[in-house]
């Protein structure tokens, strides 16, 4: 089969050698996150329900899920939820296979809860949180495309992706996944909403951190003050790990001590206290939000993990890009890669594939050409490996 698979060297500056660079993660604890982590909980519970049973994944986006904020009263030494985080779960499944009723919405809920449980430590999923599933039966035009044997695109969309990591894109990435992995037990006082702004001004990088911190183990505002000034510290040297440039961290910047203004909270999340969150408003497939970067919108969290190509090529990109970066060496600076399908055609078929690379100084890229096509066209082939390495849970989508 040959496929329409475009390769072409780009004249275009790398972001490492820009002036300016800004970048974003919203931690797994941002509303944001915490609604596309039960999309993509509920999505992945479903196609595993529907293979057991089924053999097969059935049509289903559950890609509309939003939380709206409770009421909390945080202090220290404690503090309590005045009014449960609400949240609604919403998209479409197949909800009757042959007559027989799927327990979709137990399914559901329970992934959902299990979300909340496994990642919010300081969360009450009894007391502190409502779970509502309004998941609804899919469109019957969408089910006429769906077909996992012939896999046939439901939507007319594209994916984006590139590689490498820049300097800032790796501290940043890394830093709230430090934050919220080797240091919890080290520091109990910080929830797990964490948001981390980078902002690069030559070879001087800017992180703002804003993390919640959880009253029940912040005895005082000494303490607490006590704490961030460590967490800087212990930040900063991890930075040395992913850049040779000058790291300057600056913690919870909104606080007013002064007037007893801190970032409080009970469980360690915003949405406690009236910070509401969408699937889509977050990061992208690679756990970032890049301004200086090709960027697909596109909302994968939820999305089917078999035919939705909005959700599957922006993942497939990403992986295009990394295995072009890889083959090469040093020899280019940056890959950059989109994918654009055709509704109702094959999955494995784009319109175009479109790989784009910036070579390094004085190397002669003319010889990986047809390397680079050869890598697009093995993914295209093998994109069935995505949906197998989501289901695994070896792919992350936010």
């Known amino acids: 089969m040959k496929r329409n698979i475009v390769v072409e060297e780009i004249n275009f500056t790398p972001v ?50 939003e939380i709206v904020g409770g009421q909390a009263k945080p202090q ?21 296979i042959d007559g027989e009723r799927i327990p979709y919405r137990t399914i559901a809920k329970r992934a959902a809860a299990d979300f909340l449980k496994k990642h919010y430590h ?33 939507d007319t969309s594209f994916g984006v992706g590139y590689a ?22 080290r520091f109990p006082e910080v929830g797990e909403d964490v948001k981390v702004m980078g902002f690069r001004d030559g070879n001087k990088i800017n992180i703002t951190v804003a993390a919640a911190f959880v009253g029940r183990h912040t005895p005082d505002a000494d303490h607490y003050m006590s704490v961030k000034e460590e967490l800087k510290d212990v930040l900063t040297d991890y930075a040395s ?15 007013i001590p002064e007037e007893g203004i801190y970032y409080l909270t009970v469980t360690g999340l915003s949405m406690e206290n009236g910070d509401d969150g969408s699937v889509g408003r977050g990061n992208r497939v690679n756990g970032l939000i890049t ?31 990394n295995d072009v970066v890889k083959e090469a ?18 999955i494995d078929e784009p ?42 849970d070896e792919l992350d989508v936010f």
């Open 241 to 255: 790990k992913f850049t040779e440039r000058e790291v300057n961290y600056a913690i919870n910047t909104g606080d």
């Open 164 to 185: 490498p990591m820049s300097d800032l894109e790796k501290v940043v990435y890394n830093t709230e996944r430090y934050i919220n992995g080797e240091l919890k037990s």
């Open 76 to 96: 220290f030494g404690g503090g309590q939820v005045l009014e449960p985080v609400y949240i609604l779960l919403s998209g479409r499944a197949t909800t009757t």
């Open 329 to 346: 060496g040093g020899d280019i600076r940056e890959a950059h890669v989109r994918i654009v399908s055709q509704i109702g055609k094959p």
């Open 16 to 65: 490492e050698d820009r002036e300016v660079e800004i970048v974003e993660r919203k931690g797994i604890g941002h509303p944001d996150s915490v609604a596309d982590g039960i999309a993509e909980s509920i999505s992945r519970e479903l196609s595993r329900y529907y293979l057991k049973n089924y053999d097969r994944i059935m049509h289903h986006n559950t890609d509309q899920a």
């Open 351 to 392: 319109q175009v594939a479109s790989v784009q690379f910036i070579p390094a100084k004085g190397a002669n890229v003319e010889k990986y050409k047809k390397e680079f096509e050869g890598i697009a066209d093995h993914w295209l082939e093998n994109i069935n490996k995505i949906t197998e390495m989501l289901l695994n």
């Open 291 to 321: 301004p200086y970067r090709p960027m697909s919108m596109e909302a994968s969290a939820g999305k089917n993990p078999v035919t939705h190509v909005g959700k599957l090529y922006n993942l497939l990109a990403f992986k295009i890009a």
């Open 122 to 154: 300081n969360l009450d999923i009894e007391e502190d949180v409502i779970i509502d599933c309004m998941i609804g039966q899919g469109s019957v035009d969408l089910k006429g495309l769906y077909d996992t044997q012939k896999q046939l695109a439901n």
